[in-house]
């Protein structure tokens, strides 16, 4: 639910920022992975329970037979992986689009995501991060996302998603649902009672306009923030400084710019 809107406005406004605050989520159901995307059957599933997970935060690269990756952390968890195959009559972007609106359902924070050949050589994925040699495929034709959750006790979940293309045409989504030890640091990821999500940037040319487009995918994820219970949406307005113009300056020209038309934001 949106309890307040806090506005900052300056007379030649480039752009909008809207950050959410939420609180934490309810423990309820965040111990099980997300549900399955429907257009998909289950291969295989494994228990895992390890000291040292290997969980990447960057893309992943190879050398010399040993795993790089700019932010990566080896995490003791306790959770299960799961294969499935994706039906032919749907796709790895369904299926992703699917496990993505899971997770910021459950309010989830992105922490890392990648596609094709951004996320380095699907060999390294398949073979050394996942231990799945069936997850084999296209460079081009994969994606990653990693996101934590945490609830109300401070237990703390990792899902980690990936999809591929094989050779073979068949594609397939690699599932990790792992909840992480406490003490355990979590790169990117700060549980606390109140979470900060987002921000979403809105850039626009022109005037002074309280019209503006978003895209799908920010609107949606908006909605979905902002309607947990005790939910804040700060929409900040801001310009650059004019030249040679100093902040005090640029506060003055603010405060005599009159705000928005029509006095206010809906």
């Known amino acids: 639910m949106i309890d307040r809107v806090f506005l900052t406005t ?43 997970h290997l969980v990447l935060f960057s893309p992943v690269r190879e050398i010399r037979g040993e795993i790089r990756s700019e932010v990566m952390a080896r995490l003791p968890v306790t ?37 094709g050949m951004a996320c380095g050589r699907s060999n390294v994925w398949a073979n050394q991060i996942f231990q799945q040699p069936g997850l084999l495929g296209r460079d081009n034709s994969q994606d990653y996302f990693v996101s934590a959750v945490a609830d109300e006790e401070g237990r703390r979940w990792l899902t980690l998603i990936y999809t591929v293309t094989r050779g ?24 606390v009672a109140a979470r900060i999500m987002g921000p ?25 923030w902002a309607s947990d219970e ?10 650059a400084l004019g030249a040679d113009e100093t902040l005090d300056e640029a506060t003055d020209r603010a405060g005599q710019g009159g705000g928005f038309p029509g006095g206010g934001v809906e």
């Open 79 to 115: 959770g299960q992986g799961q294969l499935f195959e994706i039906s032919r009559d749907s796709s790895r972007a369904a299926a992703r689009e699917h496990y993505l609106r899971a997770v910021q359902t459950r309010g989830g924070q992105l922490l890392y995501e990648c596609s």
């Open 200 to 224: 979403i940037v809105v850039p626009w040319q022109g005037g002074v306009t309280y019209r503006f487009d978003l895209s799908t995918t920010d609107r949606r994820g908006l909605v979905e």
């Open 168 to 191: 073979n045409l068949r594609e397939y989504v690699w599932v990790e649902h792992l909840e992480v030890d406490a003490g355990a640091e979590i790169p990117g990821f700060q549980s």
């Open 10 to 52: 300056f007379k030649l406004v480039t752009a909008l920022v809207l950050i959410i605050i939420t609180p934490v989520a309810m423990a309820t159901g965040l111990d099980e992975p997300p549900a399955a995307f429907p257009q998909s059957s289950l291969d295989s599933s494994q228990a895992i329970q390890s000291s040292g």
């Open 230 to 239: 005790g939910s804040e949406v700060v929409l900040a307005a801001f310009s």
